[in-house]
T-cell receptor
């Protein structure tokens, strides 16, 4: 049973445009949501997070939106740059056990 | 601060063998988590150790085990290796405080190939 779902395995976006990565979850007991970025041959690196009591968090070019009623979150990257080409993982933390569950990832390709 | 260090980076084993992977967390981090990454399944949670105790466990068979030492270093072991165990094994450490978001800091992983 997958509690964190990223339904798009890959996404291609023109450089300079907005990239929108989506994530759905099933467990209403998650209290934090996080996005990680992974380059080949490297471990994932933390990008941005959002508490379940907020609906938006912004950090530079990265904004995460949380819609609790729909159990949906999205990561917006504006403007997209070539270095943003990577696999992006959505993750969620349980508020009782602190366990962090990841989605399967979305590969983002930024086109020149 | 040094990052999370995983050894070995690459290893090749044959079916039926066992393997031990090592992880040194960031200094001061007491929580260590292990994940398995495969192309079709993304990052799957194996287990988490905190202060030498297994605090959380994922849905993996008993062939997968781990432990944590008093200096927070952790090892994971896979016995009776199967072809499907070929994967990148990632270790992550984190601070655990009342106000932490649980942000994980990952190592570069140990790439295991089972032949």
């Amino acid at each position: 049973d997958q509690q964190v779902k990223q339904n798009s395995p890959s996404l291609s976006v023109q450089e300079g445009r907005i990239s929108i990565l989506n994530c759905d979850y099933t467990n209403s007991m998650f209290d934090y949501f996080l996005w990680y970025k992974k380059y080949p041959a490297e471990g994932p690196t933390f990008l941005i997070s959002i508490s379940s009591i907020k609906d938006k968090n912004e950090d530079g070019r990265f904004t995460v939106f949380l819609n609790k009623s729909a159990k949906h979150l999205s990561l917006h990257i504006v403007p997209s740059q070539p270095g943003d080409s990577a696999v992006y993982f959505c993750a969620a933390r349980g508020n009782r056990d602190d366990k962090i569950i990841f989605g399967k990832g979305t590969r983002l390709h930024i086109l020149p | 601060k040094a990052g999370v260090t995983q050894t070995p980076r690459y290893l090749i084993k044959t079916r039926g063998q066992q393997v031990t992977l090592s992880c040194s967390p960031i200094s001061g981090h007491r929580s260590v988590s292990w994940y398995q990454q495969t192309p079709g399944q993304g990052l799957q949670f194996l287990f988490e150790y905190f202060s030498e105790t297994q605090r959380n466990k994922g849905n993996f068979p008993g062939r997968f085990s781990g432990r944590q030492f008093s200096n927070s270093r952790s090892e994971m072991n896979v016995s009776t290796l199967e072809l499907g165990d070929s994967a990148l094994y990632l270790c992550a450490s984190s601070e655990v405080t009342r106000f932490s978001t649980g942000e994980l800091f990952f190592g570069e992983g140990s790439r295991l190939t089972v032949l």
